[in-house]
């Protein structure tokens, strides 16, 4: 509190509110309680004192907020990014992974229906199937967790197309739909990785880039929106260890850079930061070919066949020019061109 030069900062901050919170019930509980108690307690006994701890349920009850004390565990996501990949898959995953439960329940629901109405009369329906939300309930806990070798005993020895019908369900269930979630689950976390190292990969570069230009120009450089670049500086930057250890981290093919710098400042003489680093990691070896790489191959193409148009026009009215030039001569003599006799 007396680290705030303002302590109205402090109710800003929403950690000190929440350890402020811990502490305040921690204190009410360990120690106003018991004086509250002992200042009650009578001559005749412990009969207000203890109807008075005995009505603090209110208390207990603010005891489980201590659980907040959990909420503490997020600074660890700064330190420990797989546990905010993690959250943000299991964030991403919430609608689909719940699609998966509505199909599940409503597969759950079809054969409770069908058991229910077959099992009528039969040990099975008092055992399992007395009605259908008791028959979900047991399909459910049965098939999607699997502890169910007792239920298939039981339809097996009854009839076998019980028997195949159970476990048709936990087939479709268990095995099909459950393995599906986890699917889902997996690739989720692999995009989320994908997505939390590439953003990974833009920080390195940009903060490489950044600090090379800092030794190159010698300036405080702080946004890299603003800083633009031009060929000459990106020239010197290739002589820093850093940026190309950097750029063979991300995967970056720096030879293939090379032979197309000239394209990438093409047209305009300076980029930005942001804008050249869109741009490089677009040479990565991990990165798929798609629609904006061909019209780039188009461009680069269409700039280079025009590179090569003007070239041949300047070669060929030089040609002429000398061709020109030299039929503009006056002619010598048939006698000057043998020589002496």
Known sequence: FFAFRSKREGLVDGWFVLDALLVFMMVCDNWVMSVVAITLLSPAGDASATALMDNSSVMRTLRILRLLRMARMARLFRLMPELLVMLRAMCSAVRTVGVALAFLLAIDYVFAVAFTQMARGSPLEAQHFPSVPAAMHTLLI???????????????????????????????????????????????????????????????????????????????????????????????????????????????????????????????????????????????????????????LRKYLTHELGLLKREIQYRTSKYRGQASAARSLPSIPRSMQSGPS
């Open 142 to 296: 049965q098939g999607a967790f699997p502890d169910m070798e007792q239920i298939m005993r039981d339809t097996m020895a009854h009839h076998f197309v019980f028997w195949l019908l159970l476990f048709i369900y936990f087939l479709l269930t268990a095995v099909t739909i459950m393995n599906i979630v986890i699917g889902v689950l997996v690739e989720v976390v692999k995009c989320a990785t994908l997505v939390e190292q590439e953003t990974l990969d833009v920080k390195a570069l940009r903060d490489s880039i950044l600090a090379g230009m800092r030794e190159v120009d010698g300036a405080q450089i702080i946004d890299a929106s603003v800083v633009k670049i031009c060929k000459d500086t990106f020239w010197l930057l290739l002589d820093s260890h850093d940026i190309l250890r950097c750029l063979h981290g991300c995967s970056i093919d720096v030879c293939g850079l090379i032979d197309v710098i000239d394209f990438i400042f093409s047209d305009d003489q300076y980029m930005t930061v942001c804008d050249f680093i869109e741009t490089v990691l677009q040479f990565r070896s991990c990165s798929a070919a798609t629609v904006k790489d061909i019209v780039d």
